[in-house]
């Protein structure tokens, strides 16, 4: 087996804070994802690549094995489940938390103790089955890719489930939280062959984001 290492990122903030990590364990990418139009990125270390993925992906690249480790939020892993990763290590970057939003004046607090099937309109349906189910509120999941926030204002449905940081993309368009789900990071994710096969390279790696990671406790 090749002991080059495949480090599956996406692009945007996953890939911005995992530098820093990188940089602690040694490694630096000698290309940067926004200019160029290249998947799979070099570092300076000839044993170690990047490529770029989507953020729902990465889970799945380091699964099968395509990519030997990863960088992937807690809101994505559960989403997937996490089957054949190991999550050894809590990064404590791009954080933010998971939480059920409805428009300003819908009573929800009302609608849950009234029994009333809610709507739910999200990307995370699986996090948002799981939640409703333990609270024994009955939805309508609808399956969206994006933009959540619009769907309670054109009546698609009456309340969302998406990530949620400041609160400013909620306010500005007239939505408050109504309940926290879940807290989100970002985690290492590695596959579980890889972990005993390639150990020796993966092991100083992986000890260097955990002790970089802590800073950001
Ligand atoms: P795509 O753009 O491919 O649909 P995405 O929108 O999930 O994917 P990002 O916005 O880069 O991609 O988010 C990647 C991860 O960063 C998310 O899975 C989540 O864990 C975390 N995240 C998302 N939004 C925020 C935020 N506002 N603040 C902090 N972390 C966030
Ligand atoms: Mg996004």
Same mark, same amino acid.
């Given at each position: 087996m090749s002991s080059q290492l495949t480090l599956a990122l996406s692009k945007g903030r996953i890939f911005e804070e995992t530098l820093p990590l990188l940089e602690a364990a040694?490694?630096?990418?000698? *290309?940067d994802p926004e200019k160029s139009r290249k998947l799979i990125l070099a570092t300076n270390d000839p044993d170690v690549r990047v490529i770029i993925v989507r953020a729902s992906d990465v889970p799945t690249y380091v699964q099968y094995g395509a990519a030997d480790f990863g960088v992937a939020g807690k809101d994505v892993l559960h989403e997937h489940g996490g089957a054949g990763l190991y999550q050894p290590?809590?990064?404590?970057?791009a954080k933010c938390r998971m939480s059920v939003a409805v428009s300003v004046g819908f009573d929800y607090e009302n609608a849950v103790r009234q029994g009333a099937r809610l709507r739910v309109a999200t990307k995370y349906t699986e996090t948002a089955r799981q939640h409703f189910a333990a609270k024994g509120v009955h939805v309508d999941l609808i399956k969206l890719?994006?933009?959540? *926030?619009l769907a309670p204002l054109v009546g698609l449905s009456d309340a969302i489930v998406d990530l949620v940081s400041t609160g400013s993309t909620l306010r500005a368009n007239n939505l408050v939280e109504v309940e926290h789900i879940m807290e989100i990071s970002s985690r290492l994710v590695v596959n579980q062959a890889a972990l005993k096969l390639k150990r020796e390279r993966l092991q100083p790696i992986l000890e260097a984001f955990d002790r970089a990671s802590k800073a950001n406790a």
């Amino acid at each position: 087996m090749s002991s080059q290492l495949t480090l599956a990122l996406s692009k945007g903030r996953i890939f911005e804070e995992t530098l820093p990590l990188l940089e602690a364990a040694g490694i630096r990418v000698t *290309e940067d994802p926004e200019k160029s139009r290249k998947l799979i990125l070099a570092t300076n270390d000839p044993d170690v690549r990047v490529i770029i993925v989507r953020a729902s992906d990465v889970p799945t690249y380091v699964q099968y094995g395509a990519a030997d480790f990863g960088v992937a939020g807690k809101d994505v892993l559960h989403e997937h489940g996490g089957a054949g990763l190991y999550q050894p290590i809590d990064l404590n970057i791009a954080k933010c938390r998971m939480s059920v939003a409805v428009s300003v004046g819908f009573d929800y607090e009302n609608a849950v103790r009234q029994g009333a099937r809610l709507r739910v309109a999200t990307k995370y349906t699986e996090t948002a089955r799981q939640h409703f189910a333990a609270k024994g509120v009955h939805v309508d999941l609808i399956k969206l890719y994006g933009s959540m *926030e619009l769907a309670p204002l054109v009546g698609l449905s009456d309340a969302i489930v998406d990530l949620v940081s400041t609160g400013s993309t909620l306010r500005a368009n007239n939505l408050v939280e109504v309940e926290h789900i879940m807290e989100i990071s970002s985690r290492l994710v590695v596959n579980q062959a890889a972990l005993k096969l390639k150990r020796e390279r993966l092991q100083p790696i992986l000890e260097a984001f955990d002790r970089a990671s802590k800073a950001n406790a």
